[in-house]
């Protein structure tokens, strides 16, 4: 029977021992700087919400269910302390960063941007190729043990990377999606896109049509079951949508560029229960663009690729399945819903326009192979980063092979990297008086 | 050839407006540099460290460019933080500027002697060709008997422009070994393989008529 004496003892002894096992590792010591010393307090919030825990062992005469619950508590404890010891290398690069200092300045940018302030961004590779976000990693433990108290409200953002991307900063304005679900996460986004869409009449008569037809065709389901995973899918769509949009408002179309990089030679039209199709994403991101102004510049630095991405938009109303065309119809007439919440958030910290001019001082210095932080004052990382791209097409071809080609341009992402690596020192730095 | 004084390098660095002919030092965080007849360069945020490691030793007629390559760790200081050289120790580090020289300027770079006179010798390829771009490698090599601080963005190192009497002839980049780097660049030695091949040939030619 769980919770028995022996139980508990064996328990209470392995929960100690993990305990002292990651204190002892020198990978959690004290960190110099502000980087990492959020997720270092949460880790040890977490060993001090286990130590709460054990010290709630209810006495050998207590009730059958309340030993049970204490052992299932531990259970709990103990598997996320397992979790914690992914943490140590997490940590570790925040000693030694193993991304490119430009990018991680760039990205720390638009952490301030689309998440705030109070954010501490650990920034780690991943052997897997994989781009992910995790924020407060342990809270399943931390939040849900009464009477413990947090040592830090700071939010700590795990964000993994492939680490063959290291150094190729065309592709790192996917790293600004990736902080819009800490962002989407933080401002509670995609409840305010729900209600939105919950005020519609026309939303809450579609939604209501749509479990009457699946209930009618396709399912013995209860509609309320029915409703519940139109619900479900709607939410994971508007997060991953959202995520988008958030990230065009940080980097302008260096996002779409790099995001149709990275998905279009995995998927095409196809949904995932958590991702809509690449078509619907790009159209909705294309739509965005449009009405932030980035259209002409991008007809402009790469009318061939333009083209390209209006194709794989114009797919976007293709067959789905009746759940699927659901979220979809709704989405892309809900556009401007998606797109307010974005622009909202990110509110003056949007990439403008304006910076294309920026981009262009930036692409004519990589084409004659000068790092481009600028001539007068320094250009802003995320221009220098646009800059890059339109050098990329300029040098390797306005179009989606030339787009891989430029992925493999190892010189020009170097002098991109550094330049703003650079322009983030120039910017900060205070002359002597 | 003719050394510039500080006001023709601040008109080469700020004025000219061709950037075929301008003098491009980047970022260059103070005017302060700039001095009577040279400019002084900070320390970038990228080493090369020699690894210890189980092999004999280099041999660059012998060793493929990648195993000198792995020899060498890049290691990443950010602002902020200090590497620490150690006595009899070697490191490769980078300028934090970019330089991109005219055709009709050349350079030579040196250590500041606030540095040597705590031992730390600074030296590297020394002359700078004209057409040069990207960040310049330095050998540090700390000299003295106790370890030193190196933190990236101090002035380490000071670099003498010259004006040629005659602009030199545009290089080829596709023949150049080192091309707009950002980072310490490692030695290329390895490569120029077709050199040891030759002076093979040579030994086994003279050995033969000796023996």
């Known amino acids: 029977m769980d919770g028995r004496a022996s139980d508990l003892g064996l328990l209470l002894a392995a929960a100690r021992h993990e305990v002292e096992g990651l204190r002892d590792d020198p990978r959690l010591g004290e960190l110099r700087g502000n980087r990492g010393t959020a997720l270092r307090c949460h880790v040890l919030d977490l060993f001090g919400a286990v130590e709460h825990r054990m010290a709630q062992e209810p006495s050998s005469t207590a009730p059958e269910p309340v030993r049970r619950a204490f052992a299932r508590s531990l259970r709990q404890g103990i598997h996320m302390l397992r979790g914690a010891h992914a943490a140590l290398p997490w ?65 700590p953002i795990v964000l993994n990377y492939p680490l063959s991307d290291s150094d190729r900063l065309l592709l790192h304005p996917i790293f600004a999606h990736e902080l819009g679900h800490a962002s989407a996460d933080e401002h509670g986004l995609v409840g305010t896109v729900e209600a939105e869409l919950d005020g519609d009449p026309s939303f809450t008569a579609a939604l209501q049509q749509t479990v009457d037809d699946i209930a009618a065709n396709w399912t013995a389901m209860p509609k309320t079951q029915i409703s519940g995973m139109l619900r479900g899918g709607l939410r994971d769509w508007i997060e991953e949508l959202l995520c988008d949009h958030l990230a065009i408002e940080a980097s302008g179309p260096a996002f779409i560029w790099a995001f149709a990089m990275f998905v279009m030679p995995l998927s095409y039209g196809e949904p995932g229960s ?97 790092m481009p932080v600028g001539l007068g004052d320094p250009l802003e990382g995320r221009a220098i980063l646009l800059g890059g791209w339109e050098q990329a097409f300029r040098e390797h071809g306005d179009s989606p092979p030339g787009m891989v080609r430029a992925l493999t341009d190892r010189r020009l992402q170097d002098l991109i990297g550094k330049a703003i690596e650079m322009s983030t020192v120039a910017a900060a730095w205070e002359p002597e008086t | 050839m003719t050394l510039l004084g500080r006001e023709e390098l601040e008109r080469a660095i700020y004025e000219e407006e061709d950037l075929d002919r301008r003098l491009t030092i980047t970022p260059l965080l103070e005017r302060g540099q700039i001095g009577r007849g040279a400019v002084d360069l900070r320390l970038g945020t990228e080493f090369l460290l020699l690894r210890r490691t189980r092999r004999p030793g280099l041999d660059p007629g012998a060793d493929s460019q990648q195993d000198v390559d792995e020899m060498q760790e890049r290691v990443v200081v950010p602002f902020g933080d200090k590497l620490w050289l150690h006595p009899t120790h070697f490191v490769l580090a980078a300028t934090l500027e970019f330089l991109r020289l005219p055709d009709d300027m050349g350079a030579y770079v040196g250590g500041r002697s ?98």
């Open chain 1, 91 to 155: 940590l570790a690069a925040t000693r030694v960063p193993n991304l490119n200092l430009g990018s991680l300045y760039m990205t720390e940018e638009c952490a301030r941007i689309l998440v705030g302030t109070d954010v501490d961004l650990v920034v780690v590779p991943n052997p897997e190729y994989m781009y992910a976000t995790t924020s407060w990693p342990f809270s399943a433990v931390i939040d849900n043990t009464p009477g413990f108290t947090l040592s830090t409200t700071r939010r």
């Open chain 2, 114 to 211: 606030s540095w040597g006179r705590i031992g730390l010798i600074v030296a590297t390829a020394v002359f700078v060709h004209p057409g040069f771009r990207g960040c310049l490698t330095l050998e540090l090599v700390n000299d003295g008997d106790s370890p030193i601080a190196l933190s990236p963005g101090l002035r380490i190192a000071q670099l003498a422009i010259h004006r040629l009497d005659e602009p030199a002839p545009e290089r080829n980049n596709e023949d150049e070994k080192y091309l707009a780097p950002v980072r310490p660049q490692p030695s290329r030695l390895a490569s120029e393989q077709s050199d040891y091949d030759r002076l093979s040939t040579l030994g086994h030619a003279l050995r033969s008529r000796l023996g």
């Open chain 1, 274 to 370: 958590e991702h809509p199709p690449n078509t619907v994403r790009m159209r909705l991101a294309l739509d965005h663009l449009a009405r932030r102004g980035w259209r002409p510049y991008m007809e402009r630095v790469a009318p061939g690729v333009t083209a390209w991405l209006d194709g794989i938009a114009g797919d976007a109303s293709s067959h789905l399945d009746i759940q699927f065309a659901f979220l979809r119809d709704q989405l892309l007439s809900h556009a401007a819903v998606l797109q307010d919440a974005a622009i909202a958030r990110a509110g003056a910290g949007s990439l403008d326009p304006a910076a294309s001019e920026a981009a262009g001082e930036a692409a004519g210095l990589l084409s004659r192979l000068i």
